[in-house]
């Protein structure tokens, strides 16, 4: 092992040295990111000061490509891990590195390699590092594009589960997958000029655990597979993508025997000043990972997207979303976006912008009837394709209105209800449905010596309950509100000039029912950037809550201290 | 030994990223990615096919920098267009989860730019990009000249100064 790293050291140093004596030879480009933190104790908020007080977590990857050679690596480094990151980072070592030849026909890769089929309901091998999601495949990859409009892949690899003492450890389960996708308007050219414009795939993956149950004889072998077609007619597209899985009694499923089955379809239309999205989504029974006994954000061979939208405000994002029920959900979306013309009464100079969502969530029904869950099948229920219980898992309106004044000042107002249910989409302690009314106002003003302000109100209301638990209005004297109650956010955000910035940001928990625990959360920021590198040195409180990064989420613990950061590309 | 020599590694990669700021930037070429437009349209990303100067915009429909950025761009893009002939490529990073959305944005907003979309982030991670916004300048010979992480109204104005900059050369 250390013999193959110190090849691989030795390889990149020396073609980056090629490189640079040679301005015509290849090219790197790469990036890398440092933050440290330094956490005081605040028994109010419950943040704790870890036992080094200081955390550092690092990584730089350097990629290479010359001609139709490329090579890559990263170095990660956990001394320790900062605060709320995966517990599976320790340690300072090489997490990825892989070598490959690429051209118009084939690209092959060996090592290292993320990849997504399809929608990544079969598979998609993933990495955010703000995160700390990496289910990177470790083995080889081929892909062959042997006619316009054809391409062809096919994986083989172990999934990277943890990183220990700087080291990868492998998933126990090997992942194998065969993946092809054609459009047909651009393989065939006597369908080159019709209208209809249309894709068609399909997909196979296969994973390879030894059973290592002993009261259960379980399949080794657990295939995936199904289709997806897209089409597109003028304004109008839709796709849609089936994946069934085949028996894969796990920790996620209690060691049922059912298949699973997922479907995903998404329709939209769209013009100039408008946009329309539909989407629906059904999934029964559909973890799938490379180690059956491991859960939470490990080895996940597919990616299930929840179906809403992701939201940006702090109080919005960050407090009470939801995350994709792998066991079964069926959702809904649907989203419009529709610019008021520039220049008309409504739609003032520079245009208004007025964007609606609306997305739900519903466990799925499952049929018990002339199932008996313990005999020897280990069948437990029979479910369908969208076939839809009454009960709420989650629901989201949401209303957005953008607009610019003048060229100086623009103002957004946003307003949000959604419905939790926290007894399947747990995120904190609270039982039953958690509703909240979150009222936004952002305002944005450009001063004429490029200073620049930026102003945040945000205020999120949640229902009250009396003693006995049944809904009250907002206004009842015996009402008390759910969870940590209600909050209030203010940023201001000055940019002094290109290169600094500085933002203030006070989270306020004003409407905790335990007035002790009312609590400001001021947390302080300033930033320095300069083309690709930023440095930015944060120091306060922060609450408990979820960081999310696009559609993935982590759950972060309380902290009060200093953060810096430091990112550059190159 | 081993320890050491990782840092060794560490600190001569940094000194070389320092270097290409100081001019040397023309190693770095657009790296060839294949990546989709949202009207489903494969597109290579070391072959645009553009004559005039490129812009590559990182963006997603979560990150309100980026949309505040390209939007504020697509006002002043004809002008710059005129001007210059450059084109600007937003590349978005949205996942499956929000991908489609990106063609109800892009078109709600009425963007004129060639958008693409990069969901498993392979074109992303390709640029060495570690957060959105991130936007890049490239000359007519495919070389990176300039990026910038980041955005605050009047970034803009900036990066017209380095298009226009590249055009008199």
């Known amino acids: ?570 | 030994m081993k320890k050491i020599f990782l840092l060794f590694v560490g600190v001569s990669m940094m000194f070389n990223s320092f270097g290409q700021d100081e001019g040397h930037s023309d190693l770095k070429k657009l790296p060839s990615v294949q990546l989709t437009d949202v009207n489903g349209n494969i597109v290579n990303t070391s072959d645009l096919g553009f004559d005039g100067p490129v812009v590559i915009s990182f963006w997603a429909t979560w990150c309100s920098p980026c949309k505040r950025e390209l939007n504020t761009i697509n006002d002043l893009y004809v002008d710059w267009q005129d001007e210059t002939g450059v084109n600007l490529v937003a590349v978005s990073i949205d996942d499956e989860k929000t991908k489609h959305s990106v063609s109800v944005y892009v078109n709600g907003k009425g963007w004129e730019y060639l958008v693409l979309l990069d969901p498993n982030g392979d074109f992303k991670r390709a640029m060495g990009v570690n957060n959105v916004p991130h936007t890049f300048l490239v000359d007519t010979e495919g070389n990176i000249v300039y990026s910038h992480n980041n955005y605050a109204p009047g970034d803009e104005e900036e990066l017209y100064e380095h298009i226009l900059e590249l055009v008199k050369k």
């Open chain 1, 1 to 570: 092992m250390k013999k193959r790293t110190l090849l691989a050291l030795t390889l990149c140093v020396s073609l980056a040295g090629y490189s640079q004596d040679n301005g015509q030879g290849g090219s790197i480009t790469g990036n890398m990111e440092t933050i440290f933190q330094y956490l005081n104790e605040d028994t109010l908020i419950g943040a704790n000061q870890p036992d080094s007080k200081g955390l550092l977590n690092s990584y730089m990857n350097v990629f290479y490509t010359h001609g139709n050679f490329k090579a890559g690596m990263r170095v990660e480094s956990y001394l320790p891990r900062i605060q709320g990151y995966p517990s599976n980072f320790d340690g300072t070592g090489i997490g990825m590195r892989y070598i490959g030849y690429a051209n118009d026909f084939i690209d092959i890769t060996l090592g290292n390699f993320y990849e997504q089929f399809g929608s990544g309901l079969s598979l998609r091998a993933y990495e955010d590092r703000a995160l700390g999601y990496d289910n990177a495949l470790d083995g080889a990859r081929v892909i062959v594009r042997p006619k316009e409009g054809v391409t062809l892949k096919g994986v083989y690899g172990y999934q990277r589960f943890s990183f220990n003492e700087g080291r990868i450890v492998h998933s126990d389960g090997i992942v194998r997958g065969v993946d092809g996708e054609i459009n047909l308007n651009r393989t065939f050219e006597k369908l080159a000029d019709k209208k209809l414009d249309v894709s068609i795939g399909g997909s196979f993956v296969s994973k390879y655990q030894k059973d290592n149950n002993e009261d259960l004889i379980l399949p080794e072998n657990v295939g995936a597979y199904g289709g997806r077609l897209k089409l597109r007619y003028s304004r109008f597209s839709v796709e849609g993508e089936y994946i069934l899985k085949e028996q894969d009694p796990s920790q996620d499923n209690d060691y049922i025997y059912n298949y699973g089955h997922a479907t995903v379809i998404n329709a939209t239309y769209s013009q100039k000043g408008l946009g329309i999205l539909l989407s629906a989504k059904s999934v029964d029974n559909m973890s799938y990972r490379s180690d059956r006994t491991k859960q939470l954000q490990n080895v996940l061979i597919n990616y299930l997207p929840s179906l809403n939208k992701t939201h940006t405000y702090n109080l919005v994002s960050s407090l009470y979303p939801y995350a994709t029920q792998p066991v079964g959900e069926i959702a809904f979306q649907g989203e419009v976006l529709y610019s008021l013309k520039k220049g008309s009464k409504l739609g003032g100079k520079y245009g208004t912008a007025i964007n609606v969502n609306y997305s739900t969530a519903y466990r799925p029904m499952r049929h018990t009837n002339g199932i008996n869950p313990l005999d020897s099948t280990g069948v437990t229920y029979s479910s369908g394709p969208f076939d839809i219980s009454d009960s709420l898992y989650w629901s989201d309106f949401n209303i957005n209105i953008s607009r610019k004044f003048n060229k100086s000042f623009n103002m957004i107002l946003a307003y949000y209800n959604m419905i939790l249910n926290n007894d399947v989409a747990t995120v904190t302690k609270e039982t039953g449905l958690i509703k909240s009314n979150i009222f936004v106002a952002e305002l944005g003003y450009k001063f004429k010596n490029r200073q620049s302000l930026r102003l945040e109100l945000q205020a999120l209301l949640v229902n009250r309950r009396d003693s006995l638990g049944n809904e009250t209005s907002f206004f009842a004297n015996d009402g008390n509100p759910v969870d940590k109650g209600d909050w209030a956010t203010v940023a201001i955000e000055y940019t002094i000039n290109s290169h600094w910035y500085v933002s203030i940001m006070d989270q306020y928990n004003f409407g905790n029912p335990d007035s002790h625990h009312r609590a400001h959360h001021p947390y302080f920021t300033a930033g320095y950037v300069q083309g690709a590198t930023r440095i930015t040195a944060s120091y306060g409180r922060q609450r408990a809550g979820l960081f999310c990064v696009g559609g993935v989420c982590r759950p972060v613990p309380a902290s009060n201290g200093l953060t810096l950061s430091f990112t550059h590309s190159f």
